[in-house]
């Protein structure tokens, strides 16, 4: 092989491998992209157009209802309850989660030497699956005078406050949405950890040497820097928080009555429990779009945001 050879530039090697017959590589996935085609793009096609009909889930009788699985969900309390307790938990998750995420990253990116030992048990309740979790919070919330968080509460002089932490219905629901933050929060912390990781030591001692403060470099250095961090994590949670299933399921089944029902519960009851497989894919249908939407605004206003730090 020639020096010239060696040195052939991309523009040459591109024409060659085109003359000479070399597949393109979009093709590699094209086998991918049929078995994902076949296995969740065909299936949820079709079973978005049950929420049409008023098919219960057995069988094949079914008829067409047009509008009317929809017309019911913006007449049902129920729904439009779960409605109001999934964007309450959601905005709880994303602005609770994220604020202890970011005080987490900011405490274990220096110089002490339990920073290590501090991330990896901060971390940890990401790994366990949510189900053990929420039984494990399902114990702490026991409403017994002499279990759980009330008997720590009993035990350092706090019993005025104790209560029945999943059985009251104005407090429920964020019995659990702490469940979910305290199980997520060492997962955002680590996003932004690797967004603080990438934040050049130079800009901070540059600041410094001008006297900025530990809160101004804060402020117009590392936040602004944080940007793409902070667009991942919003993403996640909010996603997560619009979608909140397990968790609801394992620790109230939605009760006490309707007080923790999310949308995801309520698709899930209608489907399973009162056999109305129609009316549960129209309150699916609207579940996606409405994340979605709220995805694809929440990415255009984070990634302006991004550009403009």
Not at 122 to 134: G, I, K, L, N, T
Not at 143 to 160: E, K, R, Y
């Amino acid at each position: 092989m020639t020096a010239q050879a060696l040195v052939t530039p991309p523009a040459a090697v591109k024409r060659v491998r085109r003359g000479g017959g070399i597949t393109p590589p979009w093709l590699f996935a094209v086998p991918a992209l049929l078995v994902y085609a076949l296995v969740m793009l065909y299936p949820s096609i079709v079973g978005a157009g049950s929420a049409f009909t008023d098919w219960s889930g057995v069988g094949e009788q079914r008829s067409f209802v047009g509008l009317a699985n929809f017309r019911e969900l913006l007449h049902d309390d129920q729904a439009l309850g779960a409605l109001r307790n999934t964007l309450l938990l959601t905005v709880a998750i994303v602005v609770v989660q994220n604020g202890i995420g970011l005080l987490l990253a900011l405490g274990v990116h220096t110089t002490i030497k339990s920073r290590m030992v501090l991330r990896v048990v901060f971390f940890a309740p990401v790994v366990v699956s949510p189900v053990m979790v929420s039984f494990l919070w399902k114990y702490v919330y026991n409403p017994a005078p002499d279990a759980g968080l009330n008997a720590a509460l009993n035990a350092v002089g706090l019993g005025a406050l104790r209560q029945d932490w999943l059985g009251n219905p104005s407090i429920a629901i964020w019995s659990v949405a702490f469940t979910v933050i305290w199980q997520c929060a060492g997962y955002s912390m680590v996003i932004f950890l690797a967004g603080l990781e990438g934040v050049p030591k130079e800009l901070h001692e540059s600041a410094m040497v001008d006297g900025a403060g530990t809160v101004a470099r804060f402020r117009h250095i590392t936040w602004p820097l944080l940007a793409p961090a902070v667009t991942i994590n919003v993403m996640l949670s909010t996603v997560g928080g619009l979608t909140l299933f397990t968790q609801i399921i394992a620790m109230t089944n939605g009760g006490p009555g309707y007080a923790t029902d999310t949308l995801s519960t309520v698709l899930y009851k209608q489907a399973f429990v009162y056999g109305k497989f129609g009316y549960s894919t129209a309150v699916a249908l609207v579940l996606a779009i409405f994340v979605a939407a709220v995805s694809f605004i929440q990415i255009a206003y984070l990634r302006s945001r991004e550009t403009a730090a």
